[in-house]
């Protein structure tokens, strides 16, 4: 039908003319109340939010010449983010003369993966970047 009928229908029933696809050859057009279906779309969008987990990243930060017992409580804390679903972000800071031994760093790096390995997927394994030493690991899914 013509654009000045669908037009003509839509203000006898009180409603709107809406085009649902305008590149369409020819153009596809609804009548409806816009209002009331904006309003609903706004609603939907809003639940769709709220039901929505928001995963953040936590950082845990190692030193170079770290001890078992301070290790062994990072790896805990890094253990329950992942647990409660977020991300985390391990690094380890190289100062003065430790920048000359970043294998010591990896070496760090991997055993803290290998500690977590039943709680965590490496997103992003080891790697140099400047001074820090920057590895994330996620939660591993329940599947």
Known sequence: MSAAEAQKVADENDLDLVKISPNANPPVCRVMDYGKYRFEQTKREKEARKNQKVIEIKEV???????V???NTKQRQA????????????SIRFRGREMGHPELGQDIMDRFATACEECAVIEKPAKLEGRHMLM????????
Request: proline share 3%; hydrophobic share 40%; aromatic share 10%.
């Open 61 to 67: 930060r190692l030193g170079l010449n770290i001890d």
């Open 69 to 71: 017992a301070d290790f």
């Open 79 to 90: 253990a329950k983010f992942l647990q409660s679903g977020h991300k985390v972000k391990v």
């Open 136 to 143: 994330f690991l996620g939660p591993k899914s329940n599947k």
